[in-house]
């Protein structure tokens, strides 16, 4: 049973901003928005996490809407670099694992 | 530092033979974990050591799966007998204590079983 929701694919010119959305309409109130992807033949990376507050770190930004029923992830400037699959997972604050699911296929373009 | 380090990172067997897959966690994190990734399952977590203790063993297949964790810096996930259906990407990951810590991921051993 998904617990989110992601396109399958999409494109992004290189130096140019990529928005990443997640739809997870059913999350509860002690579920963290968790965000990995994964290069070609590499094991998955963690980007970000957040709870309801907007986040940002070196890689990355996490926007959360009000309701938290959705997230997007930005990153400010995509580079050849970046094409992965970006997966969007939500978990409960006492939970250990990661259920990954399709997630997204970015491909940045020069 | 170093990541997390599996070994190897090929391995190409007979079917019924034995595999064992290896993995090295970064130093001082206390959560280990073994993930399977295959084209039509994608990614699930096999195994949980929390502490060198294995917490949740669910995602394991079956008896022909077993893993262990002797100390904490070493892990194994042994495949005896090895079947055609085990070729997949296994993944090692670890995390410092706490369930909301990020996962750090080792590149992985692609087994594939003839």
Same mark, same amino acid.
């Given at each position: !049973?998904?617990?989110?929701?992601? =396109?399958?694919?999409?494109?992004?010119?290189?130096?140019?901003?990529?928005?990443?959305?997640?739809?997870?309409?059913? &999350?509860?109130?002690?579920?963290?928005?968790?965000?990995? #992807?994964?290069?070609?033949? *590499?094991?998955?990376?963690?980007? &970000?996490?957040?709870?309801?507050?907007?986040?940002?770190? /070196?890689?990355?930004? $996490?926007?959360?809407? /009000? !309701?938290?029923?959705?997230?997007? $992830?930005? $990153?400010?400037?995509?580079?050849?670099?970046?094409?992965?699959?970006?997966?969007?997972?939500?978990?409960?604050?006492?939970?250990?694992?990661?259920?990954?699911?399709?997630?997204?296929?970015?491909?940045?373009?020069? | 530092?170093?990541?997390?380090? *599996?070994?190897?990172?090929? /391995?190409?067997?007979?079917?019924?033979? /034995?595999?064992?897959?290896?993995?090295?966690?970064?130093?001082?994190?206390?959560?280990?974990?073994?993930?399977?990734?295959?084209?039509? #399952?994608?990614?699930?977590? $096999? &195994?949980?050591?929390?502490?060198?203790?294995? &917490? !949740?063993?669910?995602?394991?297949?079956?008896?022909?799966?077993?893993?262990?964790?002797?100390?904490?810096?070493?892990?194994?996930?042994?495949?005896?007998?090895?079947?055609?259906? !085990?070729?997949?990407?296994? +993944?090692?990951?670890?995390?410092?204590?706490? =369930?909301?810590?990020?996962? +750090?991921?080792?590149?992985?051993?692609?087994?594939?079983?003839?």
């Amino acid at each position: !049973d998904a617990k989110t929701t992601q =396109p399958p694919s999409m494109d992004c010119a290189e130096g140019r901003a990529a928005n990443l959305p997640c739809n997870h309409s059913t &999350i509860s109130g002690n579920e963290y928005v968790y965000w990995y #992807r994964q290069i070609h033949s *590499q094991g998955p990376q963690y980007i &970000i996490h957040g709870l309801k507050n907007n986040e940002t770190n /070196e890689m990355a930004s $996490l926007i959360i809407t /009000e !309701d938290r029923k959705s997230s997007t $992830l930005i $990153l400010p400037h995509a580079t050849l670099r970046d094409t992965a699959v970006y997966y969007c997972i939500v978990r409960d604050y006492n939970d250990y694992k990661l259920s990954f699911g399709a997630g997204t296929t970015v491909t940045v373009r020069a | 530092d170093a990541g997390v380090i *599996q070994s190897p990172r090929h /391995e190409v067997t007979e079917m019924g033979q /034995e595999v064992t897959l290896r993995c090295k966690p970064i130093s001082g994190h206390n959560s280990l974990f073994w993930y399977r990734q295959t084209m039509m #399952r994608g990614l699930e977590l $096999l &195994i949980y050591f929390n502490n060198n203790v294995p &917490i !949740d063993d669910s995602g394991m297949p079956e008896d022909r799966f077993s893993a262990k964790m002797p100390n904490a810096s070493f892990s194994t996930l042994k495949i005896q007998p090895s079947e055609p259906r !085990d070729s997949a990407v296994y +993944f090692c990951a670890s995390s410092l204590e706490g =369930p909301r810590r990020e996962a +750090f991921f080792g590149q992985g051993t692609r087994l594939t079983v003839v």
